[in-house]
T-cell receptor, first 113, second 112 residues
Framework: DAGVIQSPRHEVTEMGQEVTLRCKPISGHDYLFWYRQTMMRGLELLIYFNNNVPIDDSGMPEDRFSAKMPNASFSTLKIQPSEPRDSAVYFC???????????FGQGTRLTVV | KQEVTQIPAALSVPEGENLVLNCSFTDSAIYNLQWFRQDPGKGLTSLLLIQSSQREQTSGRLNASLDKSSGRSTLYIAASQPGDSATYLCAKRRAAGNKLTFGGGTRVLVKP
């Protein structure tokens, strides 16, 4: 397996634009997590899914953020409209229920100017 | 209050010295704890996973211990090398189907 795959790796956008981040989890994993990493706040959980269903979205900053998982092999995180304070590295991770490791993608570095 | 804490935030050691990285957690409910390494501008690489029923895990020069009663995990890296320079993060999972909660990380510099 190629691991968790995120795209794009880098995204630069103007304030007010819509941004969509994509993630393909490891095949067979039934949990998918979206994290955001900043210097000030470290790694924060935004939302996670189990079997494509959102379980905990309490970390989603505000209504501008939304996430979907239409099937077991794909998830998106959308920011609309984007703001400069959304600039961060966004990570996707996947794992299975039980005593297994979580694996992270390489992240998407988002810059909103 | 931070649920998972890593102190110190940064550490510098000469090459060859053993590294001791600390991770403490306030919530005693733990399913497993995972240590990660992150290089600048890169993603997180899993190093070791310790289940709540285990006391330690070893992989090469790395050894991680878990003491649930005191709410601590320690990552030991023997005979450090400049290539070990990175940020090390611990993450705790409270239950089997639960999220990972991360510490703030310890940034390590191993000087040649």
């Amino acid at each position: 397996d190629a691991g968790v795959i995120q795209s794009p790796r880098h995204e630069v956008t103007e304030m007010g634009q819509e941004v969509t981040l994509r993630c393909k989890p490891i095949s067979g994993h039934d949990y998918l997590f979206w994290y955001r990493q900043t210097m000030m706040r470290g790694l924060e959980l935004l939302i996670y899914f189990n079997n494509n269903v959102p379980i905990d979205d309490s970390g989603m900053p505000e209504d501008r953020f939304s996430a979907k998982m239409p099937n077991a092999s794909f998830s998106t995180l959308k920011i609309q409209p984007s703001e400069p304070r959304d600039s961060a590295v966004y990570f996707c991770a996947s794992t299975s229920w039980g005593a297994t490791e979580a694996f992270f993608g390489q992240g998407t570095r988002l810059t909103v100017v | 209050k931070q649920e998972v804490t890593q102190i110190p935030a940064a550490l510098s050691v000469p090459e060859g010295e053993n590294l001791v990285l600390n991770c403490s957690f306030t919530d005693s409910a733990i399913y497993n704890l995972q240590w990660f390494r992150q290089d600048p501008g890169k993603g997180l690489t899993s190093l070791l996973l310790i289940q709540s029923s285990q006391r330690e895990q070893t992989s090469g020069r790395l050894n991680a211990s878990l003491d649930k009663s005191s709410g601590r995990s320690t990552l030991y890296i023997a005979a450090s090398q400049p290539g070990d320079s990175a940020t090390y993060l611990c993450a705790k999972r409270r239950a089997a189907g639960n999220k990972l909660t991360f510490g703030g990380g310890t940034r390590v510099l191993v000087k040649p």
